[in-house]
């Protein structure tokens, strides 16, 4: 069984910055593909970002390119969330989670089939 841990979500002023981290057990952590999602009140849940398995692609929704990083260490089972120059609308429940099948990357939750149990991230305006 996989499990996913996230933290380094909190409050934030606009403008400010916040790196979320996501633990995984097991031990074929560097055979699939991570995002992160995230899901505002009263809105679906959505892509933020996905890494592919060994780190050298990456995939980000229009509205935080150029703000936010992805990025994963194989040899501490975690994946990485910079978030830059954070905005209020920024605000949401993100979620890591792993692709269901190995050497995958993608981009709708359907592709993902372990998730971990979300980090609050709130940005002040």
């Known amino acids: 069984q996989v499990q996913l841990v996230e933290s380094g979500g909190g409050l934030v002023q606009a403008g400010g910055s916040l790196r979320l981290s996501c633990a995984a057990s097991?031990?074929?952590?560097?055979?699939?593909?991570m995002a992160w999602f995230r899901q505002a009140p009263g809105k679906e849940r959505e892509f933020v970002a996905a890494?592919?398995?060994?780190?050298?692609?990456?995939s980000y929704v229009e509205s935080v390119k150029g703000r936010f990083t992805i990025s994963r260490d194989n040899t501490k089972n975690t994946v990485y969330l910079q978030m830059n120059s954070l905005k209020p609308e920024d605000t949401a429940v993100y979620y890591c989670?792993?692709?269901?099948?190995?050497?995958?990357?993608?981009?709708?939750?359907?592709?993902?089939?372990?998730w971990g149990q979300g980090t609050q991230v709130t940005v002040s305006s």
């Open positions: 989670a792993r692709t269901s099948r190995t050497f995958t990357i993608g981009i709708m939750t359907w592709e993902y089939d372990y």
């Open positions: 097991g031990r074929t952590f560097s055979n699939y593909g």
């Open positions: 890494i592919s398995w060994s780190g050298g692609s990456s």
